[in-house]
């Protein structure tokens, strides 16, 4: 009879190999330069992890809550106006109205706030994150497959963008961020 110390260490060890064989195949997929490749390989080995074990850690969203009561945006002081130049630039960069550039650009010079609380909970299981630049700004959380999927409306409590909601998602999927080489340029 195995006992659940046993299933917890042999869990261990097939992440472990499951890690070593992404990391295997993103290597030699990126020998032939074809990102393609790359891609389709280590989806394949993310599933594979989805299908053989279970999500065994959960946020715990109580110790992230700020206490702050979340304030409406349309009566929101924000520190950038409505019309200066940082704000246009972003709507402009963004494809976005010029209210939705200034929400987002507030709330995400505030995020480190709220991914600072996930990583103490996510430690080893954090993989890469994002911030989506659409009407819904979004702090999305990419993390190893033990994680359970879920999410969180955060409220900012920062003076800075206090009272405003970070929307998070944590996505147990195996996704690091991609990497630019120096000097390299995103589209």
Known sequence: MINNTEDTSMAKRLMNMMIIATASMWALAGCDNNAETAAQASE??????????????????SVMASGEKPADPANYQYPFALDSQNVR??????????ATAQHNLTVSMASNEALSKALDQLSETYLSHELTDDKDMTLIIHTTPEVAASSYDYVLSDDFAKGLVLPIVIQPDGKKGEVKRHGEVAD
């Open 44 to 61: 394949q080995v993310v599933a594979t992890a989805d299908s053989s074990t279970t999500a065994t850690k959960t946020i715990d969203w």
């Open 89 to 98: 630039d972003y709507a402009e960069y963004f494809k976005v109205d010029n």
